[in-house]
């Protein structure tokens, strides 16, 4: 019996210690728009002024690589691993680097439009959704099948009046079924409308619920969308106003608001798709900045302490790689964690008396797994993986630990197949190698 009881308490222990933790600033504070998080080490962030930054180690140092890119804020980004990533500008264009952003390459453009999300699902396939470019002009819902050579127009993308999108306002659960918000423009507005489609941007079959709310000088922007699967999400605007649905889309129903807030608008949602039915919501009243999540659709609300940096500066975008693991990005070049503030969770207060690295747990696994590791003296130590052939894909650890037992979550990047790869722990005079398998 207290064996189950330390197992249950060490459990909730590492899901308590899981917190928002200021990261850095990048070197040119601008605000950060959007966000791409390929795996724990790998990010990208788009940013006002053509600021374009690529972290290798989690947001702790950042490389500039926006040369090349035309004046004007960036907006919706997209990476596939360190070296193949896709932006999107306030212009209506895309450009892609395969070089890591030494050097980039125009790939669609249209005036009078204005970049809102691109995601692209691997090397060939990815959408994009764009503004119209007026009054009875279809939205630019756009698609590629050859990383991005051709950008084609879904089938039946909506026409606009008096709308247009809103930045990071979408989400989806396959390449098949996505969510898209979008603004009235109409000064006191009372009411947005949500696009969805089941079909993909391939297949079009665009439908649309029009939204209930409260909408200001600009108008109704339902500019926050996430769903946890097919048929639970939730809807923020502008308006002091939430919602969930539980049929896709179909219909909606206000839901309460989280505690402390009244007059508000809703920034930007991220729903987890791991069967927790997590949701964050970032919200702003103007001065200062609240993070809240609900596993129910808003029955109940969570609050998230921000470090003050993030009470400031906001979460503007949000990105989970597990339910322990996320990053967000905010207003001058604000970046943000969410998990154990030292990267890895100390399992519990034994210093062991001799170095050991377990097998990892899910074995094979897709797309994470987690490793523990002992070790006796206090030192540097680092926690790599390779394929099979020697080359480092992934740094989980790599820094001075204090001695005792750890945990460590490995998330596979997009990038990586199908396979073998090896997990090496080095710490003083001691290595050690193990296997694991990779099955998507």
């Known amino acids: 019996m207290k064996k189950l009881f330390l197992v249950i308490f060490l459990i909730g222990f590492v899901n308590a210690y899981s917190q928002w933790n200021f990261v850095s600033t990048l070197p040119t504070p601008q605000n950060i728009n959007s966000i791409s998080v390929v795996n724990q080490n790998v990010i990208w962030v788009a940013c006002d002024n053509a600021t374009l930054y690529k972290s290798t180690n989690g947001g702790v140092n950042w490389v500039s690589r926006g040369a090349g890119l035309p004046a004007g804020n960036l907006y919706g980004i997209s990476a596939l691993d360190t070296t193949n990533c896709w932006v999107g500008t306030v212009n209506g264009s895309i ?35 764009g503004d119209p470019t007026g009054n009875g002009q279809p939205y630019q819902f756009r698609y590629t099948t050859n990383g991005g050579t051709n950008w084609l127009l879904s089938p039946n993308a909506p026409i606009a009046t008096n709308e247009f999108g809103v930045i990071n306002a979408w989400d989806w659960t396959d390449t098949s079924h996505f969510w898209i918000g979008s ?51 939730m809807a923020g605007s502008n308006g002091s106003d939430i919602k969930r649905t539980t049929d896709g889309g179909v219909t909606w129903t206000t839901v309460t608001n989280p505690p402390g807030v009244t007059a508000f608008a809703a920034i930007n949602f991220n729903a987890l798709k791991d069967g927790s039915n997590t949701i964050r919501v970032s919200i702003s009243d103007g001065t200062t900045n609240y993070c809240f999540r609900t596993t129910n659709l808003g029955a109940a609300w969570i609050t998230e302490t921000l470090p003050a940096q993030g009470q400031t500066n906001g979460l503007q975008d949000m990105e989970f790689l597990s339910s322990t693991l996320g990053f967000a990005g905010g207003n001058l070049g604000t970046f943000l964690r969410y998990g154990n503030p030292s990267g890895i969770t100390t399992l519990n207060s034994e210093i062991p008396v001799q170095y050991n690295l377990e097998q990892n747990y899910p074995n094979p696994f897709n797309p994470s797994t987690t ?12 926690l790599k993986i390779y394929n099979t052939l020697g080359k480092e894909v992934a740094t989980l650890v790599d820094g001075f630990k204090y001695a005792g037992n750890y945990s460590v979550d490995f998330n596979a990047s997009s990038d990586l ?21 990779l099955v998507k």
């Open 183 to 233: 603004a009235n423009t109409s000064a006191s507005a009372t009411s947005a409308k949500v696009y969805k489609t089941s079909i993909g941007f391939g297949g079009g079959g665009w439908t649309s619920a029009t939204l209930p709310g409260t909408g200001g000088t600009a108008g109704l922007y339902y500019q926050a969308i996430g769903f946890t699967d097919n048929n639970n999400g």
């Open 371 to 382: 490793i523990n590791f002992s070790i006796p003296t206090s030192s540097k130590v680092t």
């Open 95 to 129: 450009y892609r680097t395969s070089n890591g952003g030494l050097n980039w390459t125009l790939q669609f453009s249209l005036a009078g439009s204005f970049s809102n999300g691109i995601k692209m699902f691997n090397s060939n396939y990815g959408v994009y959704q």
């Open 417 to 437: 197949t199908s396979g073998m790869y090896f997990y090496t722990l080095t710490s003083d005079n001691f290595t050690a190698t193990k296997k694991l398998m």
